[in-house]
């Protein structure tokens, strides 16, 4: 079995609560999202981790500690509750010229890691907790290189290994480059979902008093040196 959403939701969710007991997040995939292009408020976070795949048409299996997973996140402001949509990238047989990309499947452990580094990230960039990333296991036999043409988060750009540590934008430049196996956090500008408001009351609030105060010091100016210009 591939993975059971509703079983992810629940186990993320609980480890969310157990930091934050009022904290509500929905865990959703989507294989839609792209890395980049968030709406303003939304953040990003991308992760390797361990799984095996099986070939659908020479039943073949392999293993691979390079399996990435996007996430696009985002909490509504004043609240505790919060969305996340994943995308789990699939590889391809290397001895099939007419293989699919498949989905991974994760053991138990997998799993939990890859829950665990995102509400992790969550707890830190939402609710201020210092993050305690689980890294990757060593897997014995799986030092070789990575197989970048037959991995679909290579073939579009997204792989850190796959391309070089750096995360590929079709239409803009990465804000960073990430070293291999380092998550990455963006900010974006298109949405992956529901969009948010673009300004919200803080914001108007903001620049309201910005606005305020060039008024006072155009008038205190103008005060003192209005006697200059009559001259």
Same mark, same amino acid.
């Given at each position: 079995?591939?993975?059971?959403?509703?079983?992810?939701?629940?186990?993320?969710?609980?480890?969310?609560?157990?930091?934050?007991?009022w904290?509500?997040?929905?865990?959703?995939?989507?294989?839609?999202?792209?890395?980049?292009?968030?709406?303003?408020?939304?953040?990003?976070?991308?992760?390797?981790?361990?799984?095996?795949?099986?070939?659908?048409?020479?039943?073949?299996?392999?293993?691979?500690?390079?399996?990435?997973?996007?996430?696009?996140?985002?909490?509504?402001?004043?609240?505790?509750?919060?969305?996340?949509l994943?995308?789990?990238? @699939?590889?391809?047989?290397?001895?099939?010229?007419?293989?699919?990309?498949?989905?991974?499947?994760?053991?138990?452990?997998?799993?939990?890691?890859?829950?665990?580094?995102? @509400?992790?990230?969550?707890?830190?960039?939402?609710?201020?907790?210092?993050?305690?990333?689980?890294?990757?296991?060593?897997v014995?036999?799986?030092?070789g290189?990575?197989?970048r043409?037959?991995?679909? @988060?290579?073939?579009?750009?997204?792989?850190?290994?796959?391309?070089?540590?750096?995360?590929?934008?079709?239409?803009?430049?990465?804000?960073?480059?990430?070293?291999?196996?380092?998550?990455?956090?963006?900010?974006?500008?298109?949405?992956?979902?529901e969009?948010?408001?673009?300004?919200?009351?803080?914001?108007?609030?903001?620049?309201?008093?910005?606005?305020?105060?060039?008024?006072?010091?155009?008038?205190?100016w103008?005060?003192?040196?209005?006697?200059?210009?009559?001259?």
């Amino acid at each position: 079995m591939y993975l059971d959403i509703s079983t992810w939701e629940q186990s993320f969710q609980s480890l969310i609560q157990q930091e934050e007991p009022w904290a509500k997040w929905t865990l959703k995939l989507d294989e839609n999202i792209q890395p980049g292009g968030m709406a303003r408020g939304w953040r990003q976070y991308l992760q390797r981790a361990f799984g095996r795949f099986w070939c659908s048409s020479c039943h073949r299996s392999w293993a691979s500690a390079q399996v990435k997973i996007l996430c696009h996140m985002y909490r509504e402001r004043r609240t505790t509750q919060g969305q996340v949509l994943m995308r789990v990238f @699939a590889q391809r047989c290397q001895k099939c010229s007419w293989s699919q990309f498949e989905n991974p499947e994760f053991s138990s452990d997998s799993t939990m890691r890859i829950l665990n580094n995102l @509400a992790q990230c969550i707890l830190h960039h939402y609710y201020g907790h210092n993050f305690r990333k689980m890294p990757v296991a060593p897997v014995m036999g799986l030092d070789g290189p990575h197989d970048r043409s037959n991995c679909e @988060a290579c073939t579009l750009g997204v792989c850190v290994r796959g391309s070089q540590g750096d995360i590929k934008k079709p239409t803009e430049s990465p804000p960073s480059i990430p070293k291999p196996g380092h998550f990455l956090i963006l900010y974006g500008n298109a949405t992956p979902g529901e969009v948010p408001s673009e300004l919200t009351s803080e914001d108007i609030l903001v620049i309201g008093c910005i606005a305020i105060f060039f008024i006072l010091f155009i008038a205190i100016w103008w005060e003192q040196n209005k006697f200059k210009f009559k001259l």
